[in-house]
């Protein structure tokens, strides 16, 4: 009999169009590295990070840093996270 609460399901990451020409640019393997572990951190929790000041009229923003990696992430949404924006 399969346990009642399974593992949690991770959100599907996507890009917005600027965030996808930020992610064709790096070429550093540790930069790679570094971006994809930030973004299993929000596929795992969509709720990581700062919620972004804002009202209710479209999607809440947040704002995730990974102060190890130097990564900064601008995320939209739950199940289905929107990376808006990298730095890295």
Known sequence: MPAPHGP???????????????L??????????ALD?????VSVD??????????STGPR?????????RVRLVTALKTVVVVAFLEG
């Open 8 to 22: 949690r399901r991770r959100a599907r990451i996507t890009f917005s169009d600027s965030a996808a020409k930020q």
């Open 46 to 55: 969509p709720t990581a990070g700062e919620l972004l000041p804002g009202d």
């Open 61 to 69: 923003l947040r704002h995730y840093i990974d102060d190890v990696e």
């Open 24 to 33: 064709d640019s790096i070429t550093s393997e540790a930069e790679l590295h």
């Open 37 to 41: 572990r930030a973004l299993v951190v």
